[in-house]
């Protein structure tokens, strides 16, 4: 926290040092460029997030219109952000600039998918399974490209898009954490479907790259990287009206449509320091900017409020675009739900129950109470706090109500332990931790149920028990 401030307090002192009499052209150039960088960071987020994952995807050898999957639970090796490893994970990248897209969700019963259709904003087009609009009968999604003009036929759920890219982030749920049932969830993901309308008549078979095994690493990079990523993404996409105002912020750094990105050694440097204020300026937001879920605890809803409108509604609100919010939100997500709190719910802490912040090198206990209100599972994981992504080299990343072997106290709670190594014979319920850092838990309700939303269930503060 400290660092944080002391980078906020040089960049207040940079902005206000100098009056503009006293610069040269070159300097006021430089300064533009500065704040110019800062806020394209802050503003390009979700869309940097989605390009890292995409190319991710391209490094495995796959292309648009195929799935990423992972065939079992994985390891540290998957980057992304606060990825859930306690599911099946299939990532369906579409691109719909050839024409619409099919998405075919099979029905529950075998098995159970949980997921949403987003945009390379990352916000929801659509919920799908259970919880979305086929409500588990299965059902065949149209992505619809912004230039559409094709009827919708019988039998298709459209989804309009104003971009071109996106993707399905698509859970498949085991029964338990057990081999067989593990496997048979692997299976019944791969019944999911993903191939262009215009071979809607005869279907080619759905390309799947198994990413197990393998680092598949998003993370947000805040340097000349992350420029790169964001002008990946401009030349792919077509200019929202929402967000012209930025054609010429970003031309001023060097993105522009249509010509290379090429800063020069001096522009890069502003780049690179402007990436890495905008990430401390972010890290400080989501410190502080959400509210505790329940009153006088250290549980927060990792998302604004104003962001979760703003996602849930595609930013129609013309008096509303909450890119503060939502730049926090993808430091450490790669997700939105259309119909938030229906098929899963989720908190985070990064403070023990005295307001102290995590260190990988002591202990902690979670007390789950009873009758945990979920009607799927819940699970805690851990997660590197300065990248928000999984601990790396930890073998187990987190515990569930799916977890094999998981003890229950006598009056049906769970103990669940943080730390660099197991309490004596506590190792069932044992997250380790990497002593040399810090780290931030997330809870995971799927299916929650009313006594989540109404805090007639709560959650403990982890405490520090060593």
């Known amino acids: ?158 989804l309009p898009s104003a971009n071109y890219q996106g993707y ?34 005869n279907p080619p078979k759905t390309v799947f790259l198994d990413a197990l095994g393998t680092v598949y690493d998003s993370a947000i990079p805040y340097d000349l990287r992350f420029f790169q990523s964001l002008d990946r993404f401009v030349q792919s996409e077509p200019w929202l009206v929402r967000d012209k105002a930025m054609i010429d912020q970003l031309r001023s750094l060097g993105i522009e449509k249509g010509k290379l990105f090429q800063p020069d050694a001096a522009t890069q440097a502003i780049l690179r320091e402007s990436a890495a204020e905008a990430h401390a300026w972010l890290d400080w937001q989501y410190e502080t900017t959400f509210a505790p879920y329940y009153e006088g605890r250290q549980w927060v809803l990792p998302i604004a409020p104003d962001a979760i409108k703003g996602l849930q509604s595609q930013y129609s609100d013309p008096d509303s675009y909450a890119v503060d919010g939502r730049g926090v939100t993808y430091t450490m997500a790669f ?82 332990f943080f730390g660099p190594t197991a309490p004596d014979g506590k190792e069932a319920n044992w997250v380790p931790t990497d002593p040399s850092g810090k780290f931030e838990v997330l809870f995971r309700f799927y299916g929650p149920e009313k006594p989540v939303f109404d805090r007639t269930w709560m959650l403990s503060d982890i405490e520090k028990v060593n």
């Open 335 to 416: 997700f939105s739900n259309k119909h938030s709190g229906i098929g899963q719910f989720y908190l985070m802490t990064i403070k023990d129950k005295h307001g102290r912040p995590f260190e990988g090198s002591s202990t902690y206990r979670l007390t789950i109470p009873a009758h945990a209100p979920v009607k799927q599972y819940w699970s805690a994981t851990a997660y590197d706090r300065a990248t928000h992504t999984l601990i790396r080299g930890q073998k187990t990343l987190s515990r569930s109500s799916l977890s094999p072997g998981l003890a229950k106290n006598a009056d049906g709670s769970v103990d669940v």
């Open 168 to 201: 399905a982030l698509l859970r498949s749920i085991p029964k338990t954490g057990n081999k067989a049932d593990v496997e048979a969830a692997v299976d019944y993901g791969k019944r999911i479907r993903l191939y262009p309308f215009n071979q809607a008549a």
């Open 1 to 158: 926290m400290a660092r944080i401030m002391l980078i906020l307090l040089a960049l207040v002192s940079s902005m206000g040092c100098a009056s503009a009499k006293d610069l040269s052209a070159s300097d006021l150039n430089a300064r533009v460029i500065e704040r110019r960088a800062f806020e394209a960071v802050i503003w390009g987020m979700p869309a940097v997030n989605y390009d890292l994952m995409y190319q991710q995807m391209l490094n495995l050898g796959g292309k648009p219109n195929q799935i990423v999957y992972w065939s079992g639970l994985f390891d540290w090796q998957n980057q992304t952000l606060t990825p859930n490893p306690d599911v099946i994970y299939l990532m369906a990248f579409f691109n719909t600039k050839d024409g619409p897209v099919v998405i075919e969700i099979p029905p529950a019963g075998d098995g159970v998918i949980n997921g949403s259709i987003m945009d390379p904003w990352q916000a929801a087009i659509e919920d799908v399974g259970p919880a979305g609009v086929d409500k588990g009968v299965g059902g065949k999604y149209l992505v619809l490209p912004p230039d559409n003009k094709m009827a919708v036929p019988d039998g298709y759920i459209p």
